[in-house]
């Protein structure tokens, strides 16, 4: 077995500083930041960066093993600075040799490159802050690097554990968060890897993803082509969006939805790319952003690296599909989730990725070039493709980040979806393939801006509408007036008082939150007159009325 090392070592990076924050807090109450609130208190603001570079010792960490090399930046948010493929001299993560920020972050200054882990908003006030860091090694010879971060705005906590396996090709990111208060907060994770682009790069999305949706689902658009206006551009000619010499002006897109559990970029000139690999049922989002490669993009790659030329973010959200969707997590409550990024090499447009191997399958009415690659050493792994019932390949060949299988099949294809293909080493699947019917589904629809309070007919949508709006922490909507609404229809509902009242103790407002939750015990128990026992005597004897006596003694 293979031995991952772990280790911390001091490196020189050239660095453009940044002033000093300001000591006066910010209540940037209505400030609206990446679709959501801007506030920022109490963490400090920092608004000057110097236009010169020194060198700057850093505090780094790296994880290596015999495939890659990573190395982790705790005084800057516990980012991967650096992920290598040591097997063919390849950054499969964008590399800013440079330490250049812009004001961009929630706080100010935010830099490019690597791979940025975003919560509990996005970017997440901590990207350029320093945190806490322990350094793990398991009995199985893997490595772990730990990651703490308290969100002072929230409350709310995050273990970020970066795992090096050994003989494996893969980083695995293991996230565990908690609420550590007494009150329902709100989040959204968000892992953010920046690629390296040029005009043989291509954005990889699952096969069954045909439309892609702007923030806030307020757009839409076929995917990979488009052939409409998005962004304010006009690609009605049909173009690949999937491209970024395709794509002049700074856009966004997420997938609408995927059954597959990847997405990654890849550089046809150098035959590699990275790929993310997580349970798509808790990790559905699935996005490209990138600044344009017009002018404007060409300006913002000048303003964030010296010399390593532009990038695009191939961000992936757990238990959110789209930005800025904020997901509840409960007093007290904890989740926790798996996600994983690989370089990976000569496959291309993936069909299918696992944690074990990757595949991909062009299929043409008389052939089928075929593409395997896997994240670790199988003596015996076995390829079969079948046709119909028809087994036209059942090989067995070595299969590892550097013996890449590759063949070209002659069949004749009738029909794609008879097509199967399955890769197995040790008795277990590995990766498997096979083409879904060709329909393309009826284009999305953007969401829907809320009405105003006094045009929703139910108060249930009063009430969903208003916790949609706390939610995804609204900066220009308030919840306010559609509880408010609610209320003026039915004072005594339940549910409202106890949202309000929820809401009333979140601003400090406790008198205000008392009557509210009275008036839900009141609704809630009118027709079930409750015993209540209480012991309401210094010498603590203990009696039972009803809930009218007891009331009326408070």
């Not at 409350?155 to 908690?178: C, D, H, M, V």
């Not at 299988?405 to 096979?434: H, M, N, P, R, W």
Request: aromatic content about 12%; proline content about 6%; some cysteine.
């Amino acid at each position: 077995m293979e031995k991952v090392k772990i280790w911390e070592e001091d490196v020189v990076i050239p660095t453009y500083e940044v002033g000093a924050p300001d000591k006066n807090p910010m209540f940037l109450e209505k400030r609206v930041y990446q679709g959501s609130s801007g506030k920022v208190y109490p963490y400090p603001t920092t608004e000057t960066i110097c236009h010169e570079k020194k060198d700057k010792i850093w505090h780094a960490v790296y994880l290596e093993n015999e495939y890659l090399k990573i190395m982790v930046l705790p005084e800057l948010g516990g980012r991967i600075q650096r992920a290598y493929d040591k097997t063919n001299d390849y950054d499969f993560v964008y590399y800013n040799h440079v330490i250049k920020p812009a004001l961009v972050e929630l706080a100010g200054p935010w830099i490019s490159g690597g791979i940025e882990f975003n919560w509990p908003q996005h970017h997440r006030p901590t990207t350029y802050m320093p945190v806490d860091y322990q350094l793990q090694k398991q009995e199985d010879g893997s490595k772990t690097l730990l990651i703490n971060d308290v969100n002072q705005m929230y409350g709310t906590k995050a273990i970020t554990a970066f795992t090096l396996y050994p003989g494996k090709a893969y980083i695995e990111i293991r996230g565990q968060l908690y609420n550590r208060t007494s009150m329902p907060q709100t989040f959204l994770w968000w892992a953010n890897p920046a690629v390296a682009v040029n005009e043989h790069t291509q954005s990889i999305f699952p096969p069954d993803v045909h439309s892609v949706y702007d923030h806030g689902k307020r757009d839409v658009s076929r995917f990979p082509i488009a052939q409409g206006v998005y962004y304010k551009h006009d690609y009605s000619e049909g173009v690949d969006i999937s491209r970024y010499k395709n794509i002049p002006v700074p856009t966004s897109y997420m997938a609408e939805s995927s059954r597959y559990d990847f997405v990654g970029g890849y550089d046809y000139q150098k035959e590699a790319g990275l790929l993310h690999v997580a349970d798509h049922h808790f990790s559905p989002g699935k996005k490209q952003w990138t600044w344009g490669c017009g002018e404007f993009g060409k300006a913002w790659d000048r303003n964030l690296t010296d010399e390593d030329g532009p990038y695009i973010e191939l961000m992936t959200g757990v238990y959110t599909e789209n930005q800025p969707d904020f997901t509840w997590l409960k007093p007290f409550e904890e989740k926790t989730f798996r996600q994983y990024f690989m370089p990976y090499k000569k496959v291309g447009a993936v069909k299918n990725a696992t944690i074990h191997a990757v595949l991909g399958a062009e299929i043409t009415d008389r052939q089928i070039a075929l593409t395997v690659y896997g994240t670790r050493r199988y003596d015996r792994a076995v390829i079969t493709v079948t046709n119909g019932e028809k087994e036209i390949c059942h090989e067995t060949v070595v299969l590892s980040p550097v013996d890449i299988f590759e063949k070209t099949l002659e069949t004749d294809v009738s029909k794609k979806q008879d097509i199967c293909i399955s890769v197995y080493a040790d008795g277990k699947l590995l990766v498997k393939y096979q083409p879904e019917e060709e329909t393309i589904p009826r284009l999305a629809k953007p969401a829907q801006a809320a009405k105003e309070p006094s045009e929703i007919m139910t108060n249930e949508e009063l009430l969903l509408t208003a916790q949609h709006i706390e939610q995804n922490r609204h900066a220009s909507y308030l919840p306010d007036p559609y509880y408010l609404e609610d209320l003026k229809r039915d004072s005594d509902d339940s549910r409202i008082n106890n949202a309000y009242g929820m809401l009333m103790i979140r601003r400090g407002k406790f008198a205000e939150a008392e009557t509210c939750f009275r008036k839900a015990v009141k609704r809630l128990t009118w027709r079930c007159p409750i015993t209540i026992w209480l012991p309401l005597r210094p010498e603590g004897e203990i009696w039972s009325r009803h809930w009218s006596w007891w009331k009326r003694d408070l």
